[in-house]
């Protein structure tokens, strides 16, 4: 390790501190901490309008919101899912008592591959669980498309697309549901947090209900809902936050541009797109370390972390792989060369609003140097 602070792959961005001071007082003052205070409807209605979304129910994480968005479809039976992603995409379907089914992704977004789903259709598939994967969008309207055909729910894992648009609007507004993440390590954060996103005021009520034990009063519990609410605490950071997203992102944009710029001569490294996108938000930057490199992925992995850089491998081991999904007939890596492939050589490069362009030149340079 070299002796400078190390670069981690992600830092969140923080306001200064005592701009949360104000905050702080109200919640103070009013002694309201939880179960749907003011600033939780607050945030919930500043993030419908610049997300631009009719309907937003807030989350303590983004696990629980797709716990609970499976919850609130009543989804059961098999769910056609996507290896290459975060395991609490698949977790959220063996939390419900579903069987994932997975399919391999799209050689260019990394995405569920949408020629790929029919064949992974049973008598038992009620949905389909697609991740916007680093934020680059899914092809939503195959998606949709399947989905009408075979009567089936879609609910897009949005983890990774906060603010993310295509074709005009939010990439939100598709599919049944969509759940964001507003973890630490994302771009625009509440320390934990989550939400989902829905059509209509009727499937936001019972969401609602869902994430406070199913109380619709002081008296009648409709369904076994779970303690999924944010926190005033919460909920007043993400209102201070929302301030600093626009610079926040714009800033991620920088960092990507110059990357691309400085690796556009390295042979063996391929950054990945962000195609489909007219806002991306530039979440992660993912390379792709080819078999052309002089070094394979976890070496280059260990210099760059040698040299204080902590890069990560989002998403290897796939979710398939897991000890609680590699038994399933789908998780045979036969089944899933692309994903496999792509897990194998992915590398995530640091990329936040606070990383200087010296640090990312200085990373661009090891890797250079790592090629020649
Ligand atoms: N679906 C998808 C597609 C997801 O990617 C995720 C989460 C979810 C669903 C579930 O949403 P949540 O329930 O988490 O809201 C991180 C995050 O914990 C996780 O939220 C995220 N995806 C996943 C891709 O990354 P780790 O285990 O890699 O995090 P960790 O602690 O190693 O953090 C990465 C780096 O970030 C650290 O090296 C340092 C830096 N960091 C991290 C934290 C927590 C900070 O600087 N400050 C911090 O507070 O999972």
Same mark, same amino acid.
């Given at each position: 390790?070299?002796?400078?602070?190390?670069?981690?792959?992600?830092?969140?961005?923080?306001?200064?501190?005592?701009?949360?001071?104000?905050?702080?007082?109200?919640?103070?003052?009013?002694?309201?901490?939880?179960?749907?205070?003011?600033?939780?409807?607050?945030?919930?209605?500043?993030?419908?309008?610049?997300?631009?979304?009719?309907?937003?129910?807030?989350?303590?994480?983004?696990?629980?919101?797709?716990?609970?968005?499976?919850?609130?479809?009543?989804?059961?039976?098999?769910?056609?899912?996507?290896?290459? $992603? /975060?395991? @609490? &995409?698949?977790?959220?379907?063996?939390?419900? %008592?579903?069987?994932?089914?997975?399919? !391999?992704?799209?050689?260019?977004?990394?995405?569920?591959?949408?020629?790929?789903?029919?064949?992974?259709?049973?008598?038992?598939?009620?949905?389909?669980?697609?991740?916007?994967?680093?934020?680059?969008?899914?092809?939503?309207?195959?998606?949709?498309?399947?989905?009408?055909?075979?009567?089936?729910?879609?609910?897009?894992?949005?983890?990774?697309?906060?603010?993310?648009?295509?074709?005009?609007?939010?990439?939100?507004?598709?599919?049944?549901?969509?759940?964001? $993440? /507003?973890? @630490? &390590?994302?771009?625009?954060?509440?320390?934990? %947090?989550?939400?989902?996103?829905?059509? !209509?005021?009727?499937?936001?009520?019972?969401?609602?209900?869902?994430?406070?034990?199913?109380?619709?009063?002081?008296?009648?519990?409709?369904?076994?809902?779970?303690?999924?609410?944010?926190?005033?605490?919460?909920?007043?950071?993400?209102?201070?936050?929302?301030?600093?997203?626009?610079?926040?992102?714009?800033?991620?944009?920088?960092?990507?541009?110059?990357?691309?710029?400085?690796?556009?001569?390295?042979?063996?490294?391929?950054?990945?797109?962000?195609?489909?996108?007219?806002?991306?938000?530039?979440?992660?930057?993912?390379?792709?370390?080819?078999?052309?490199?002089?070094?394979?992925?976890?070496?280059?992995?260990?210099?760059?972390?040698?040299?204080?850089?902590?890069?990560?491998?989002?998403?290897?081991?796939?979710?398939?792989?897991?000890?609680?999904?590699?038994?399933?007939?789908?998780?045979?890596?036969?089944?899933?060369?692309?994903?496999?492939?792509?897990?194998?050589?992915?590398?995530?490069?640091?990329?936040?609003?606070?990383?200087?362009?010296?640090?990312?030149?200085?990373?661009?340079?090891?890797?250079?140097?790592?090629?020649?």
């Amino acid at each position: 390790m070299s002796n400078q602070k190390p670069i981690y792959v992600t830092q969140p961005y923080l306001p200064p501190l005592e701009d949360f001071y104000p905050y702080l007082q109200k919640i103070w003052d009013n002694k309201i901490l939880t179960n749907g205070g003011p600033f939780h409807q607050q945030l919930e209605k500043a993030l419908c309008e610049h997300l631009g979304v009719e309907h937003l129910a807030l989350f303590s994480n983004g696990t629980l919101a797709l716990v609970t968005a499976l919850q609130a479809l009543r989804v059961t039976g098999e769910v056609i899912t996507t290896p290459y $992603s /975060f395991v @609490a &995409t698949a977790h959220s379907l063996l939390w419900n %008592g579903i069987k994932p089914v997975f399919v !391999d992704v799209d050689p260019n977004t990394f995405n569920l591959d949408p020629a790929q789903i029919e064949a992974a259709i049973t008598p038992h598939t009620t949905a389909i669980m697609p991740v916007h994967c680093y934020g680059n969008p899914c092809n939503v309207e195959a998606i949709q498309k399947i989905a009408d055909n075979y009567n089936l729910r879609v609910i897009y894992d949005a983890a990774h697309a906060f603010g993310v648009r295509a074709n005009g609007s939010s990439i939100l507004r598709h599919g049944d549901l969509s759940v964001l $993440s /507003f973890h @630490a &390590t994302k771009v625009f954060n509440t320390f934990e %947090g989550g939400a989902i996103i829905c059509p !209509d005021a009727k499937t936001k009520q019972r969401i609602d209900h869902l994430k406070n034990f199913g109380f619709v009063d002081e008296l009648t519990v409709v369904a076994p809902g779970i303690n999924g609410k944010m926190s005033e605490i919460n909920a007043a950071f993400g209102m201070l936050q929302l301030e600093h997203v626009d610079k926040a992102i714009a800033r991620r944009g920088e960092i990507d541009r110059l990357y691309r710029d400085l690796l556009a001569e390295v042979p063996g490294i391929s950054c990945v797109g962000n195609a489909g996108q007219e806002v991306s938000n530039h979440s992660y930057f993912p390379v792709l370390v080819n078999d052309e490199f002089p070094l394979k992925r976890d070496a280059l992995y260990q210099v760059l972390k040698e040299q204080g850089i902590v890069a990560r491998r989002y998403f290897y081991p796939l979710i398939s792989d897991f000890p609680m999904y590699r038994g399933l007939p789908s998780a045979h890596r036969e089944n899933l060369p692309v994903a496999t492939w792509v897990a194998q050589r992915v590398l995530c490069l640091p990329i936040y609003p606070n990383l200087d362009n010296s640090d990312v030149e200085r990373i661009a340079a090891i890797i250079a140097e790592c090629g020649k």
